[in-house]
């Protein structure tokens, strides 16, 4: 018979990992049509650093 596997068991196996991902959502004002309209990016944050600090630095390169 096939062993029983959980998703803790796949998970611990990995190892840790040197970064976190977030889903960052952030709005837009479109030059064209001046509507707004929602952009949405998954963000990797490395371990050790400000999570505020790299979404706001996304953030103000996006929009520029």
Known sequence: MAKKQTFGDKASRKGGSEFKVAKLVYSVKSEKTQAWKFMEKNVRIPNGENEQKVLN????????
Do not use: E, G, H
């Open 57 to 64: 630095d996304f953030i103000s390169k996006a929009t520029n």
